[in-house]
């Protein structure tokens, strides 16, 4: 069984500059966890938090596609958990984008709610990042 995540935030902010955001190691960073990501196919990255008592704090990555400034996708693996991630950017125009988030590859509802729930923080950060 796989289960999916598809999630959509709303940006005051312009495509470009979101799409830096995902993109931008050192950005990224500020709004999800220190990395060493670069938007080029094939790259093999960390996101790195700190450990726990259930798991390392490591996530790995690949990127598959990188469309700038409209279509970023990666894997996400945690332990034997491996996802998709796919960021699709949208210029709603009046300084607006949408941000829609795909994930996929769910074993288990509690992961789903888990990613929903870290996403959903997340995206607040970012708010706070393109504000700045």
Not at 1 to 14: G, I, R
Not at 48 to 75: H, K, M, Q
């Amino acid at each position: 069984m796989s289960l999916a995540l598809a999630l959509d935030f709303e940006y005051k902010t312009t495509i470009e500059k979101l799409w830096s955001a995902l993109t931008d190691s050192n950005k990224l960073a500020k709004w999800v966890l220190p990395n060493d990501f670069k938007p080029s196919v094939g790259h093999k990255f960390q996101f790195r938090a700190e450990p726990n008592a259930y798991w390392d704090g490591i996530i790995d990555g690949e990127v598959l596609v990188v469309d700038p400034p409209s279509r970023l996708s990666y894997t996400w693996a945690v332990g034997d958990e491996k996802h998709t991630v796919v960021w699709t950017l949208q210029d709603l125009g009046d300084g607006k984008v949408n941000l829609h988030l795909d994930q996929t590859g769910f074993s288990n509802p509690h992961g789903l709610a888990g990613a929903k729930h870290g996403w959903t923080n997340w995206s607040g950060e970012l708010e706070k990042l393109l504000a700045e």
